[in-house]
């Protein structure tokens, strides 16, 4: 395989966690949008119980803690997110009810019907919308919330250069109305939908990594690795601005029934 061919899933774990770390989210997303999805969630209360799936350093799970009275429990694959996102709650001194905890979204360590509300954002393609839908479900209460990210497309038909690089980066990538067809299937009312709009690439994760990968180069001069890290971001922000009429990310909010 040339390294042009090399994706994403291919480099250094530890050079990703290292370059992701230093930005205040790791997918793309606002604190406006996490506002406008958390407002189709009816019921929340002190008592309630939320988990956050695929957290990263947690800069959507703040602002679900600072805008809700629930205990939150963020899970993600990698410790060094978890050490900044606990780091971050005791910060804002949000630690009594928000902890990080490692571990895989596909081996949840929750009780069946434990949940009100299970949000994930820009996270649950590393186990595919439809397998994440179907297994977290039994783990929220009848009438418990589902928020998450997906990316999707905009249009029946695009151009075969996007259309190439999704079907390599990500297979499941589909329509909105699959995408809600799925919800329902899995057994959710599907409340809400609606597209993130553009600044939630630009603004809050492309335009962030322009100086965290000036930083990373120098810090990584001659690495191979780190070089082409920074390049795959470098081609996935071309891509977006070139093709955004025809994908981004749909939140969906689903109800348990
Ligand atoms: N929700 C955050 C992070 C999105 S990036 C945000 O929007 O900013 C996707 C996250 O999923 C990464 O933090 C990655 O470490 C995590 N991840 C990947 N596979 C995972 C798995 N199997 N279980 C839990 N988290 C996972």
């Known amino acids: 395989m040339s390294d042009q061919n090399k994706s994403i899933h291919e480099f250094d774990f530890n050079l990703i966690c290292e370059y992701f770390s230093s930005m205040e989210r790791q997918g793309p997303g606002s604190p406006e949008m996490t506002l406008r999805a958390l407002s189709f969630v009816d019921n929340l209360s002190a008592g309630s119980r939320i988990a956050d799936l695929g957290c990263g350093t947690?800069?959507?799970?703040?602002?679900?803690?600072?805008n809700t009275q629930a205990k939150i429990?963020?899970?993600?694959?990698?410790?060094?997110?978890?050490?900044?996102?606990?780091?971050?709650?005791?910060?804002?001194?949000?630690?009594?009810?928000?902890?990080?905890?490692?571990?895989?979204?596909?081996?949840?360590?929750?009780?069946?019907?434990?949940?009100?509300?299970?949000?994930?954002?820009?996270?649950?393609?590393?186990?595919?919308f439809e397998k994440g839908l179907n297994y977290w479900r039994k783990f929220l209460k009848p009438g418990g919330f589902l928020a998450v990210t997906e990316a999707s497309w905009f249009t029946d038909e695009r151009p075969e250069e996007i259309d190439s690089f999704w079907r390599d980066a990500y297979?499941?990538?589909?329509?909105?109305?699959?995408?809600?067809?799925?919800m329902q299937k899995a057994g959710y009312i599907p409340v809400a939908c609606f597209i993130l709009p553009e600044e939630c690439w630009t603004e809050h994760f492309y335009e962030h990594q322009v100086k965290a990968q000036e930083v990373f180069l120098e810090k990584h001069r001659g690495n191979r690795t780190a070089e082409e890290l920074v390049e795959n971001e470098r081609r996935e922000a071309v891509l977006y601005s070139k093709y955004k009429?025809?994908?981004g990310y749909a939140f969906y909010i689903g109800k348990k029934i």
């Open 73 to 128: 429990t963020g899970i993600d694959l990698f410790p060094v997110f978890i050490d900044l996102f606990n780091a971050k709650a005791r910060k804002l001194n949000l630690h009594e009810r928000v902890t990080g905890i490692t571990g895989s979204m596909d081996d949840l360590p929750f009780r069946e019907g434990e949940l009100d509300l299970i949000w994930s954002e820009g996270a649950i393609y590393n186990i595919g």
């Open 58 to 66: 947690g800069g959507q799970t703040m602002v679900l803690a600072q």
């Open 171 to 182: 297979p499941g990538i589909d329509t909105i109305p699959s995408k809600v067809a799925m």
């Open 245 to 247: 009429e025809y994908y």
